[in-house]
């Protein structure tokens, strides 16, 4: 792609990306504290809310028609803003892609990114000429740190049926002196990542995935070696928690500073400390205490986002998260000189063929 060309598409995508970023915040409706639980009801799309030293959380959740000849959607796509597409018509979105979904190439400085796959594959490319597909249970972790820009796009392979996709993406930030450091790709398969099982009184289970933290004496795997998570005196925990029918379930205690936050984001109604929760809301933990968590009525599924802040002046504009306006600046000035690094594909949104077969190549 040319250079006038490549700037003029990435700055549509900057563009919307941004939009995407700030736009569903505001809507966060506050419903009070009860016995140091601030609970609020979580937007119904768009990032939620978060604490330092986390910077966002999104879960997206598309149901994708049967795939094309192409790995696109088998649908019309007349409705939808191609190139910023976040309608969910029919129950999915393109996002940045046109022709398949996803998020073509884009530049990241100053972070990491946490994606946690349920349901479906992510493709992704990146700057560094790494490469994956991956989904279905699995993560990647990627420390964008000095200059990296990626790929992550959504093949659809089922020609005969839907296409869902489920993941979480997470993005945490680097304390100041680890903003420029090289990047890191990371796969976290699904067969590394511990489950713990566990029981209450009344022989109903708990589930616990490990993706970064400890619970029970299990480790999850070791986070990148610049990462706020790589040091066990920060207290980064993140968990997906499954909690059958009924069951009664205990938060261990923390010590004093830590930010502990649970997106509960399917079920029907919890209660925490005796408190009745409703799904998709955020309770933010003020009480370094034990936390009794009850799931009513059906199942219920839990995100925790734990650890003690960096507490540093976070200034973000898109895809750079930096500590001051001026490290934005330069950001801007690097990646339009730069580029962050060449591109090996011939495609700003490659995917990685018609077979389902999980791979990564350059995988730290």
């Known amino acids: 792609m040319k250079r006038k060309q490549f700037l003029k598409t990435i700055s549509r995508f900057l563009l919307g990306f941004i939009a995407f970023l700030n736009f569903p915040l505001a809507n966060t409706k506050k419903i009070g504290n009860l016995n140091m639980l601030k609970v609020s009801k979580l937007p119904e799309s768009g990032p939620w809310p978060t604490s330092d030293p986390f910077l966002f959380c999104v879960h997206h959740k598309d149901i994708y028609p049967k795939a094309n000849n192409n790995m696109g959607p088998d649908a019309k796509l007349d409705q939808r803003n191609i190139g910023s597409d976040f309608s969910n018509i029919d129950g999915w979105s393109m996002y940045h892609g046109d022709k398949i979904p996803g998020f073509p190439r884009h530049p990241h400085r100053g972070f990491e990114t ?52 489920d993941f979480f993406q997470i993005w945490i930030n680097l304390e100041s002196k680890n903003k420029r450091v090289s990047p890191n790709f990371s796969m976290l398969w699904k067969d590394d990542i511990p489950k713990v099982t566990e029981y209450d009184r009344n022989k109903l289970k708990a589930e616990i995935h490990l993706i970064a933290g400890t619970y029970k004496q299990k480790n999850a795997p070791s986070p990148p070696p610049d990462s706020w998570a790589n040091n066990k005196y920060n207290s980064v925990n993140i968990w997906k928690i499954k909690l059958e029918k009924n069951v009664q379930f205990t938060l261990p205690r923390v010590e004093e500073g830590i930010s502990r936050t649970l997106y509960f984001y399917k079920g029907s109604s919890l209660e925490v400390n005796s408190q009745k929760i409703n799904f998709m809301s955020m309770i933010e933990i003020d009480d370094c205490d034990k936390i009794e968590i009850s799931s009513v009525k059906t199942e219920s599924y839990i995100l925790l986002l734990q650890a003690k802040p960096i507490n540093e002046p976070v200034v973000k504009y898109g895809p750079f998260v930096m500590n001051t306006q001026s490290e934005i600046q330069e950001a801007f000035n690097d990646y339009n000189k730069t580029q962050f690094g060449d591109w090996a594909w011939d495609d700003d949104g490659p995917v990685h063929g018609k077979e389902y077969k999980k791979f990564a190549i350059g995988d730290n």
Do not use: C
């Open 114 to 165: 946490i994606t946690i796959v349920d349901k479906g594959l992510i493709d992704h490319s990146d700057s560094l000429g790494f490469s994956a597909r991956y989904g279905d249970g699995d993560v990647q972790w990627l420390t964008a740190g000095d200059r990296i820009q990626h790929s992550e796009m959504f093949p659809l392979l089922n020609k005969q049926d839907a296409n869902p996709i």
